[in-house]
């Protein structure tokens, strides 16, 4: 299984199991609000997914690429994460790290900045 | 002077706004009332605090103004709101031009600025709907692109300032499709827009703030230009999800402002008043609900300051701390001034018996404070989300990077330390990294521990705050646990359960700020601050409503605290960790509210 389907399984089957529906009913192409998932919520995932990659990832992630298709196509395209070497690694300490030099370091492009709104 | 820079302000404010309890100072009891009772906007004391130049304190340095940090800020908005909320309420909707200094351009930032500064400008926050209300999503105000700008369509109530600002911050939807990118937020100058496609509601009549300014506001077809947007299109929720971190923190200013007036007046009354032969104050009861309003107050003023810090050093975990002090705060103080009305008996009743019927006054003006800027379900909402991540991380990170965390706490709770500059940009949706206040548990255990040889201090109350501090986190483990067993609900529909689970969180993080509060400012607030009794009767305090009473050290004596209470309404000092100088009051023998300045007997 490469990157991307791996990442689209975890985040299909985390949905599933947070919402109480079968994993077979969610398509990888919908908006995850078609699910019920509100903004809040699929701000609040954002913390599961980096606990189970072990990287830093921008909070609002799921606003941006709404779909499980398009997030896990960003992840692994532009963002370079690869669930198969981080998903074990020992999460990051990112308590006193700015925020900058933690997403730079990670490759995420213009996209930090386009979000935090400099 | 008072040694810590950050009361400065508050303190000079005070002695220019004179004695309230003086009829001819400016802002005084007796003005506020005649306004009240009129329903009329406080227009002439909003003019003085323009004259007096308090709204540089809103517009940071960088920006043209004075502001450097918000423990500053704290300090002077609840010297506004122990004489008035309403023209504090007022006059402090300027907090909201935070949206520009962390969201605009150049440009929008010295509009603003200048604006404020220079045409004694205000502005209104423009986000709910009758329709939809905490729903900011469900809003159906929409702005739809045109050439050069958009097209704002929709209604916008209630709002506060909402007639006669000058600038409007308005959330409005820019992508027909909903979701989170959907909405957009705009700094509408008035002056800049056709007035015949906007208008206004007519004021709305409320039980408290009466002469605010409520009403609503109506765009019809009306053209705002491009430049007006803030930040990217589709960033107005996050937008406005950050703005509210900083408002709702800052929010507890206005409780404990409140909490101070009703506190003192009653305070006032119970010295004054005789029956079977002694004061009210002499009965032990009134004065143990006196005694503990006192700690109430106190146990807030830690929590309150160490987020006004906490904004500058752990901006990343701000999104929990602003949560808690939203509901904690204005709660518990909410119940304070209830609590004390028992005290003051029939007059808390009353519109003209005692302090020309303040009491009243500050019981319906501060009730809407716990709801307004994100009502307490909303700030648990807010906080519940996060409780599973909160307790992942607390197990992740402990016992490490321990020397940085005890550096950021003493940062954040040392009053005498400077302060990094307030960076808007750190500001996260959700937190980063786990919360410093809790994780730092087992450091200020240790710390304590390590008292047991200061010969300064009384074994018996080191040993109580000791004890309890254990308590507090054995309680947080508890909680881990249950936050752990419990399912997580995604949306709307959450278990009251998780709610409950929230202000428990809300109550651990409080006492473990009074235990920071102390251990880092033992050698400069005073002898009272440094004997720790508040803090052993604090702690105690607020385990009771973890634990029964029976399971808890038992309660000391309180007679120090009492004292304490009673030297600084003497001498004219703010209820608070930090008593600074509130301006003197007159002793005015001839009138029925005459002070006789009460003796202690030790
Ligand atoms: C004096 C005053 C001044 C105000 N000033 C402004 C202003 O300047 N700008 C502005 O935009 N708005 C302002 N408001 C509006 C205020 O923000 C709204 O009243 C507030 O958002 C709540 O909306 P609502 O009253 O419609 O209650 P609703 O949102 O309809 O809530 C009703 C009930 O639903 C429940 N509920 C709602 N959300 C949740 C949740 N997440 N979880 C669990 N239960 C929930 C609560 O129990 C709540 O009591 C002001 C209001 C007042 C009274």
Redesign the interface.
């Known amino acids: 299984m490469n990157s991307i389907d791996t990442i689209q399984g975890w985040l299909v089957n985390q949905i599933a199991k947070?919402?109480g529906i079968k994993a077979e009913t969610i398509k990888v192409t919908e908006?995850l609000?078609r699910y019920?998932?509100?903004?809040?919520?699929?701000?609040?995932i954002?913390?599961?997914m980096e606990?189970w990659l072990g990287a830093?990832l921008p909070?609002?992630l799921l606003?941006?690429y709404?779909t499980i298709e398009k997030a896990a196509k960003y992840l692994v395209d532009e963002a370079g994460v690869s669930p198969a070497e981080t998903a074990t690694a020992e999460?990051v300490?990112?308590?006193?790290k700015?925020?900058e030099e933690a997403t730079q370091g990670k490759g995420w492009g213009g996209l930090w900045n386009?979000?935090?709104?400099? | 002077m008072q040694p810590l820079k950050q009361f400065w302000v508050a303190e000079a404010l005070e002695k220019d706004l004179g004695d309230p309890g003086n009829p001819e100072s400016m802002m005084s009891f007796k003005q506020v009332i005649d306004l009240d009772e009129k329903e009329e906007f406080p227009q002439e004391i909003i003019d003085w605090l323009y004259n007096w130049k308090l709204q540089h304190y809103y517009i940071p340095t960088e920006c043209g103004g004075e502001f450097t940090r918000f423990d500053e800020f704290i300090s002077f908005v609840r010297v506004l709101s122990r004489r008035d909320q309403t023209a504090g309420i007022a006059f402090t909707t300027m907090f909201w031009s935070y949206l520009v200094w962390m969201a605009g351009t150049d440009e929008q930032k010295q509009i603003l600025s200048s604006f404020m500064k220079d045409a004694n400008g205000t502005m209104c926050l423009a986000y709910s709907e009758k329709a939809h209300g905490s729903d900011l999503l469900g809003g159906d105000m929409q702005a739809t692109k045109v050439d050069g700008g958009y097209i704002l369509n929709g209604e916008k109530w209630p709002i506060n300032r909402a007639t006669r600002s000058g600038v409007a911050f308005v959330l409005a939807r820019t992508d027909p499709d909903g979701g989170p990118r959907s909405l957009s937020l705009f700094m509408v100058e008035k002056s800049k827009i056709n007035p015949d496609n906007f208008s206004n509601l007519p004021k709305i009549l409320t039980h408290g703030i009466r002469g605010s300014d409520m009403s609503g506001i109506c765009f019809d077809n009306c053209f705002i230009p491009e430049s007006m947007r803030l930040g990217a299109e589709g960033m107005g929720l996050e937008l406005a999800l950050k703005g509210f971190q900083i408002t709702r923190a800052l929010c507890a200013a206005f409780s404990q402002g409140a909490a101070d007036t009703a506190l003192r007046t009653t305070l006032k009354f119970a010295i004054e008043r005789k029956l079977y032969g002694k004061t009210v104050f002499d009965m032990p009861q009134p004065r143990r609900t006196l005694t503990d309003a006192f700690l109430d107050i106190l146990i807030c003023d830690c929590s309150t300051f160490g987020v006004g810090r906490g904004f500058s050093t752990m901006p990343e975990q701000i999104s929990v701390w602003s949560a808690v002090v939203k509901y904690f705060v204005t709660t518990t103080l909410e119940t304070v001034v209830n609590n004390v009305s028992v005290v003051l008996g029939s007059r808390f009743y009353m519109r003209e018996a005692h302090d020309w019927g303040i009491f009243q006054k500050v019981l319906r003006d501060n009730s809407i404070i716990s709801m307004f800027d994100g009502s307490s379900v909303v700030n648990l909402h807010a906080l519940l989300l996060q409780l599973r991540q909160l307790t992942k991380s607390r197990a992740r990170n402990a016992g490490k990077n321990l020397e940085a965390l005890e550096a950021r706490l003493a940062t954040t709770f040392d009053l005498t330390q400077n302060l990094p500059a307030f960076n808007g940009k750190k500001l996260e949706l959700v937190n980063r990294g786990g919360d410093d206040v809790l994780q730092g548990l087992d450091l200020a255990l240790a710390s304590l521990e390590k008292l047991k040889t200061d010969s300064n201090l009384n074994p018996d109350t080191l040993y109580q705050i000791i004890t309890l501090t254990d308590i507090v986190r054995e309680e947080l483990n508890n909680l881990d646990v249950k936050i752990t067993e419990s399912t997580f609900q995604f949306g709307h529909e959450q278990d009251p359960e998780l709610f409950d689970m929230a202000k428990q969180y809300c109550i651990l993080h409080a006492a473990a700020a009074c235990v920071y509060t102390w251990i880092y400012n033992r050698n400069h607030l005073g002898e009272f601050f440094a004997n720790g009794e508040w803090l052993a009767l604090s702690l105690r305090r607020l385990m009771s409503n973890l634990r029964p009473a029976t399971s808890l050290p038992g309660r000391i004596d309180d007679s120090c605290v009492v004292q304490e209470m009673i030297r600084l309404y003497n001498e004219d000092r703010m209820f608070s960790i930090v008593p600074f100088q509130l301006a003197k009051s007159q002793l005015q023998e001839t009138t029925t509210d005459a002070t006789p300045k009460l003796q202690l007997q030790t």
């Open positions: 947070q919402l908006p609000t019920g998932l509100d903004s809040i919520d699929s701000v609040t954002v913390g599961d606990d830093e909070s609002t606003w941006d709404p999460p300490a990112v308590t006193s700015p925020k386009k979000i935090s709104g400099s």
